[in-house]
Every structure is written in structure tokens, then in C-alpha cells.
């Protein structure tokens, strides 16, 4: 596997450290899946919130989902957000004023044995899909509590989508997490202290994308930001030479980027 420093893969530590520019240009969450993820965070009712955290979101980053997540909760839960990279984290503490916020890993979770009612991590479990993450992280879950992953994903059944996201891959080391290698689903499905209980796929409205529009958006993922700025340049007219000639996009000035949601629901056996 690719190199691992102080529990970070080199890549999430070279790729993600400008965190105004990711959270200025990587899709947000909807409405419906802000609502879906609060129902399964409080399905489950709970007798007693003395504790330091009754929903903890993991890898929050600049807090895409945390402004949504803090707003809709009860008050009368105690959410934390965490995030181990200090640039998204200085940005989440700016963009979301008001939320609890710890600096730490997912293998490393400063909370109590079966203190935690839920968890969920947006856009980064795939990261973080190990054994040691895995215990810990249903060693801080109460009985029946319940893990939450989300992504918004580009819908590559659009074959042009595919295209961008197949050379994407090949920009990343063979042994580097994607979403879209699905290792994570493999991890977690062989680890038998979570089961899956639900698995949803969500709409998600297509974004209307000029080729700089794309370029930007493209910049964002771990890939790009390590690389020098000529062959992020390099890359990224790669990737809009794929749009300008495909048959689907060819001509066009603005395409419609199609994106959808991939939901789950693993809860603590």
C-alpha cells in the first residue's frame, strides 16, 4: 500500500492542504441527504447524553456537511466534528463558528467505550478503511449505533464521465484508496463488528460545467494538488481534451456534469 505517515496516507498529507479551495469548489450536500443521514443518525432513541459526543463526523474537512448536519440535529445531542489535516481544519473552524471541533484520526477517537450514538464520514472513509480505524471505531459506538458513509460521486453510467474518471485513476499510484476502487466496501464488509443495514443511492442535481469549470473542480482531489503546477496544467488539458472530443460533448461550451449520491448505513454488531 502507498506510504502512511502519522496514520495519514502521503497522499491525503500532500494532497489536501488547501482547504479554502476545496471547500470553494467540491459539490455540497443536499437537502435530501442531509435529511436522510439525520434519520439514521436518530433512529435510535437515546436515554442519556452526559457524554462528551453523541454524533461524531469523522474527516469532516472544511465542513461541507457539518454546517448541514449541526443545524438540523436536536439540540439536545452533542455533536463533534474531527478532522486530522490543520488547514481544513482551521477552515471548518471558520466556516462552521459554533461547532465542537478535535483535531485527530480515525484510529485514535479521544472518546469512551460505547459513548458515541452515531458516526459519519462524508466524502473520506475510503481513506481510512483499515482494521485499526474499524475497531475503534465500533469501540466508541454504543450498542446498535450506527456508521454513516456518503459520497457524491460523479455518475460515471455517462460514458463520458467515465472517460475522465477512468484517466483520473491512472494519475493515482496503484495502491492509493479511490471511492471508485471499492476496497473500502471490501474492508468493511469483511470486519465483522459493523453490518450493513441500508444502502441508498440519492439524486443529486448536474452541475453546469464550462472546460475551466471542469479544470477547477478537477484540481481539488488529491491527485492534482500534489503535483507540480506544470503537470497539474499537463493533466488537467488532458482531462478537457477527453470533453472537447467525445462524441457526447464535442462542440459544447458548458456540459452538464452529472453527479449522484452513494449512501450507506453499517450499524455496530
Not at 187 to 211: H, V
Request: glycine share 4%; charged share 25%.
Amino acid at each position: 500500500m502507498a506510504e502512511k505517515t502519522s496514520n495519514l496516507f502521503q497522499i491525503v498529507q500532500d494532497g489536501f492542504t488547501d482547504g479554502s479551495h476545496y471547500d470553494k469548489y467540491r459539490p455540497d450536500y443536499t437537502p435530501e441527504t442531509t435529511s436522510e443521514i439525520l434519520r439514521m443518525l436518530t433512529a435510535e432513541s437515546v436515554s442519556n447524553t452526559d457524554g462528551e459526543c453523541d454524533i461524531l463526523e469523522l474527516g469532516a474537512g472544511t465542513g461541507k456537511l457539518t454546517r448541514h448536519l449541526y443545524k438540523a440535529l436536536p439540540t439536545n445531542l452533542k455533536f463533534v466534528a474531527s478532522e486530522p489535516m490543520v488547514d481544513f481544519l482551521t477552515t471548518l473552524r471558520d466556516r462552521c463558528p459554533g461547532v465542537s471541533t478535535i483535531q485527530c484520526t480515525a484510529d485514535s477517537l479521544p472518546f469512551p467505550d460505547n459513548s458515541v450514538q452515531g458516526i459519519v464520514a462524508a466524502q473520506c472513509f475510503h481513506w481510512f478503511a483499515n482494521e485499526a480505524s474499524m475497531r475503534e471505531i465500533t469501540r466508541v459506538l454504543r450498542p446498535n449505533g450506527s456508521l454513516i458513509l456518503v459520497w457524491n460521486i460523479q455518475d460515471i453510467r455517462v460514458d463520458w464521465v467515465n472517460a475522465l474518471t477512468e484517466k483520473v485513476l491512472s494519475y493515482y499510484a496503484d495502491d492509493e484508496p479511490q471511492y471508485i476502487r471499492f476496497w473500502w466496501k471490501k474492508a468493511i464488509d469483511d470486519f465483522k463488528g459493523l453490518r450493513l443495514k441500508t444502502r441508498k443511492e440519492l439524486d443529486f442535481p448536474a452541475s453546469e460545467y464550462t472546460t475551466e469549470d471542469i479544470k477547477t473542480f478537477y484540481s481539488t482531489l488529491s491527485a492534482f494538488s500534489r503535483m507540480t503546477e506544470d503537470d497539474q496544467k499537463q493533466a488537467l488539458e488532458e482531462l478537457i481534451m477527453i470533453v472537447k472530443n467525445h462524441p457526447a460533448t464535442i462542440g459544447k461550451t458548458t456540459v452538464a456534469y452529472p453527479r449522484i449520491v452513494d449512501l450507506f448505513q453499517y450499524v455496530k454488531q
